[in-house]
């Protein structure tokens, strides 16, 4: 039988794996879908074992997967390879296997170079391949088939992200009983723009089978429902809308959720007497200059990367900065290497660095410390502590995560963050000093600003940022989705309730369009 047909019996799920539970298929109450398991393989002494993956999605889904009996679908990480189904901490993990084709067709070509790039304003042209369609659209069907198997009946199952598209519409069909949600992690493009797409609407049919899709901003709720109405004909009213016909219809609710972070977690490593001595250690290492600025991002062209260096290079060149006194740390954290818009965008990052370090740079000092490799996360908050002014210049954003983890870690309420006005995160954190990044001279005014702010106006404006990061997090996220989505057909009448920390469940009211609830999701891809 197929990968797509054949449920895996449990049994041992490979290197370092334990084995699964006696359970039937088909007895979990909650299940979690998404490109990636919530774990990752490592090598310790030659033994191969599994750990729990880094962000905020993992943990924020940690305490109901342990409350709901829950089950994660994904893909382990490995192409050609398939494992069993297993239990790892508080997951009962169900993998989807890959082959290495469909690594590139579905995940690195129509996810990636079609998708991504079109969602994100089309900042690198998007690429329209049938062959890839057709890949992305079989590996959508065996995600669906694979949560089918493992969802109880009356069970909520919670679908992630771009690259599963097609799954909630896919999963009606399969199990018309479960109560399906849907988060967009990134943004969702207006009409003129997603209307590019050959397969626009295989597209919105497959979002439209969800009871309830939540996205980052008001803004990308609103788009969404501009393209259902433009192009399946169906019209929202007060964020609903009806599909299907007789018995078998139902109302799909679009709103937004803002993701945020752990920030307690954040403010109790940023609190640690070790990182702030490494955070001194660092300035020390930069050569105790006056002023850190600081870019922490994926090796991505939303980020803005390269715009954020040529303002620098170009204060320099103008010796309105000077090497020694300032000092820029870029941290590019390596992705999608083998997609070749970023090998071409490393290419030029890489020598647009070298150029400027070649002009500016002295015996003593580095005019641009760029880093193209990933830290433990105790690291980048003590860099996160070193730094005085964070520049976060992306060109198009879901969230941006990375400005409200600096947020959290500046607990003495120091420092200033110069934040992208097309990040999701700038609705939330109005405070910062808000840029467009394709304005290079306002982003150069921005960093001149952010450098001689008066420490009164700079703590005023991170205190403010600081109580909106803080009451907002990534618990508050998950619970307020998975609230709303068990009101959507009726409560515990009409689904099976999923119990989050702290909260009563399947009560409330539909959330209203422009939730300003918190958090969730890390840096890691799921």
Request: proline share 7%; glycine share 8%; hydrophobic share 40%.
């Amino acid at each position: 039988m197929s990968a797509e047909q054949s449920p895996a019996a449990p049994g041992p799920a490979g290197p370092g794996a334990p084995d699964a539970p006696d359970a039937p298929e088909g007895d979990y109450d909650f299940v979690v879908v998404s490109n990636r398991l919530p774990v990752e393989r490592v090598l310790e002494h030659g033994e191969a074992s599994w750990r729990p993956s880094p962000g905020g999605l993992v943990a924020a889904l940690s305490p109901v997967m342990a409350r709901n009996a829950g089950a994660w679908v994904g893909w382990h990480g490995a192409a050609d390879e398939k494992l069993e189904r297993f239990d790892h901490d508080v997951f009962h993990l169900a993998p989807v296997p890959l082959s290495a084709d469909e690594v590139r067709e579905y995940y690195e070509g129509f996810s990636n170079a079609t998708l991504w790039p079109l969602y994100h304003d089309v900042i690198a042209p998007p690429e329209f391949h049938r062959a890839w369609w057709n890949v992305y659209r079989r590996v959508n069907r065996r995600f669906a088939s694979r949560t089918a198997e493992v969802a109880a009946p009356g069970a909520t199952v919670w679908v992630q992200d771009y690259q599963l598209q097609l799954v909630p519409r896919m999963l009606r069909e399969l199990r018309p009983d479960l109560t399906i949600g849907f988060f967009n992690h990134i943004p969702f493009p207006p009409l003129e723009i997603f209307g590019q797409l050959p397969w626009r609407r295989a597209i919105l049919d497959g979002l439209s089978g969800a009871d309830l899709i939540g996205f980052q901003r008001p803004g990308d709720a609103q788009n969404f429902q501009r393209c259902v109405r433009r192009f399946l004909g169906v019209a929202f009213r007060q964020g609903r809308a009806r599909f299907g016909e007789g018995e078998d219809a139902w109302t799909l609710r679009a709103h937004s959720y803002p993701i945020s972070i752990d920030a307690a977690a954040i403010e109790e490593i940023a609190s640690r007497p070790e990182v702030r001595a490494r955070a001194e250690e660092i300035r020390h290492e930069l050569g105790d200059p006056e002023t850190v600025f600081l870019g922490v991002d994926r090796l991505d062209y939303t980020k803005g990367i390269l715009h954020r260096i040529k303002a620098y290079g170009e204060l320099l060149e103008e010796a309105k900065l000077t090497v020694g006194p300032s000092v820029l740390v870029q941290v590019a954290n390596p992705s999608r290497e083998r997609v070749e818009s970023y090998v071409h965008l490393r290419e030029k990052v890489e020598g647009l660095v070298g150029h400027l370090n070649g002009q500016h740079d002295t015996i003593s000092h580095t005019a641009i410390r760029y880093l193209h490799h990933g830290y433990p996360f105790e690291e980048m908050v003590a860099l996160y502590l070193a730094t005085d002014v964070m520049l976060v210049t992306s060109l198009r954003d879901g969230m941006n995560l990375v400005a409200k983890e600096y947020v959290a870690a500046r607990t003495d309420g120091s420092g200033v963050l110069v934040l992208s006005e097309f990040t999701g995160a700038a609705e939330q954190l109005k405070k910062a000093l808000l840029i467009n990044p394709h304005d290079i001279d306002g982003l150069k005014e921005a960093m001149l600003r952010a450098r001689s702010m008066p420490p009164a106006e700079a703590k005023k404006r991170m205190r403010a940022m600081r109580r909106q990061v803080l009451g907002n997090d990534v618990n508050d996220w998950s619970e307020t989705f998975l609230r709303d989505l068990a009101a959507t057909r009726g409560g515990p009448e009409g689904t099976t309730a999923v119990t989050t920390p702290g909260t009563t469940t399947g009560t409330t009211a539909d959330a209203a369009a422009g939730s300003t609830a918190g958090s969730a999701a890390g840096r890691k891809e799921l």
